[in-house]
């Protein structure tokens, strides 16, 4: 497998907390892809952090990416309830061309 | 108006049927990807498609093969289905090299 075993599974937090989901991989990759899957739906790309990239800001969300210990994290600050779906990092086994290898992902609940 | 479309939404098919999922993009993308997602094994990457009649096997291309004769365009064909192949299926498609992948919003196929 290319993921690492702690990666967690399913978390659960109250509106206005802050939560980070961490991900491990085994194998080098020049790019970290974050995605959110909303029940019923595909996934969608919410940050995508390169490898000359320690970290990444988009609204609420934080993403960073070491690369030495091959880990990527996503944080959300002041989370809302509409944020609850199912988190995935993909990592991009190719260099030239798009080869998206998805971890398990971590499915977040946030409730009032 | 930046869309990959699958079709059907739905299928049931019987055990030993043939199984046809279709999938197009307008986006002009080289790269299109067929996933299966099963409850806790997050996306598995069945084969991915780097232009007009250029597949590539995936991670789990067993029972499966595709079709890609047009650019916008990218099926996937089960040869007599079997009840393990009940899942949802995702196509997707990028640019190579890295950029975001859009996903479909999905066909749940069940085999009965």
């Known amino acids: 497998s290319q993921w690492g ?19 491990s ?14 029940s ?7 940050i995508l952090i390169r490898s000359n990239e320690r970290e990444k800001r988009s609204g609420r969300l934080r993403a960073t990416l070491d690369t030495s210990s091959q880990s990527s994290s996503l944080s959300i600050t ?11 990092c993909a990592t ?7 080869k998206l290898v998805f971890g398990q992902g971590t499915s977040l609940s946030v409730v009032p | 108006d930046m869309k990959v479309t699958q ?34 094994l997050g996306l598995q990457l069945i084969y991915i498609s780097y232009d007009v009649d250029s597949n590539s096997e995936g991670d789990i291309p067993k029972g499966y093969r ?18 393990n192949q009940t899942s949802v299926y995702f196509c997707a498609s990028s640019f190579p090299g890295g950029a975001e992948v859009f996903f479909g919003k999905g066909t749940r196929l069940t085999v009965v």
Not at chain 1, 27 to 32: G, K
Not at chain 2, 8 to 33: A, F, W
């Open chain 2, 66 to 83: 595709v079709s890609r004769k047009k650019r916008e365009h990218f099926s996937l064909i089960l040869d007599s289905a079997k009840t």
């Open chain 1, 40 to 46: 019923g739906r595909g996934p969608a790309l919410i």
């Open chain 1, 5 to 23: 075993e702690e990666n967690l599974q399913a978390l659960s937090i109250q509106e206005g907390e802050d939560v980070t989901m961490n991900c």
């Open chain 2, 7 to 40: 079709m059907p939404r739905y299928l049931i098919k019987r055990m030993g049927e043939n199984v046809l999922l279709e999938c197009g993009q307008d986006m002009s993308h080289e790269t299109m990807y067929w996933y299966r997602q099963d409850p806790g």
């Open chain 1, 78 to 88: 002041a989370a809302q309830c509409e944020d609850t779906a199912v988190y995935f």
């Open chain 1, 25 to 38: 991989y085994k194998t080098y990759t020049t790019v970290v892809h974050w995605y959110r899957q909303d």
């Open chain 1, 92 to 98: 991009d086994l190719s260099s030239s061309f798009s």
